[in-house]
């Protein structure tokens, strides 16, 4: 674990399997220190998984941009559809920005939306190791909906 500002040559350092992107509250676009470090792991093919505001930055680090949304999400019970499988996941969320669906860079796939109001709720990157996911992921205390996520990060770290 290290702090929000912890620069990439630090991170790498510690020679990671993998690197979690934590949620936290605000507008993403004001953590210009993270975003710069994040695109540095991510262009190193370092297994990141990004949740909530990791999210949202991991979009920004990957050329994306976010918006403000009218009504964030706020709670439990969000219903979330993966996209691949069709499967429908509850969720809790807590944010009021979103990744911009217009400004989606070639190299991010939408994974997931909202079926609320459609927002993106998960992306992965076309080439590297790295996606995020909207909502927060539950290990094992809560809804076991969303932890093909977890599943799927440890994967990817194992492959490394």
């Known amino acids: 674990m290290v702090p929000a500002k912890t620069p990439a040559s630090r991170v790498f350092s510690t020679k990671p399997d993998g690197v979690f992107l934590s949620n936290g509250p605000g507008d993403p676009g004001a953590c210009d220190y993270a975003i710069r ?3 540095e792991i991510v262009d190193a093919g370092v297994p990141v998984f990004g949740i909530c505001l990791g999210h949202q930055l991991l ?7 976010t918006v403000k949304m009218k009504f964030g999400h706020h709670g ?85």
Not at 90 to 107: C, K, M, W, Y
Not at 108 to 113: A, F, G, N, P
Request: charged content about 20%.
């Open 76 to 160: 439990a019970n969000h219903p979330v559809q993966d996209l691949t499988t069709g499967k429908v996941m509850i969720t809790s969320q807590n944010h009021g920005f979103t990744v911009d669906p217009e400004r989606l860079p070639p190299a991010l796939r939408i994974t997931h939306r909202s079926l609320f109001d459609g927002t993106i709720q998960g992306i992965r990157h076309a080439s590297q190791p790295a996606f995020g996911f909207q909502g927060h992921p539950e290990a094992s205390p809560g809804p076991h909906d969303v932890r093909t996520l977890i599943d799927h990060f440890i994967d990817l770290m194992a492959q490394r």
């Open 37 to 39: 470090a994040i695109r």
């Open 59 to 65: 979009a920004l680090a990957c050329g994306g941009r």
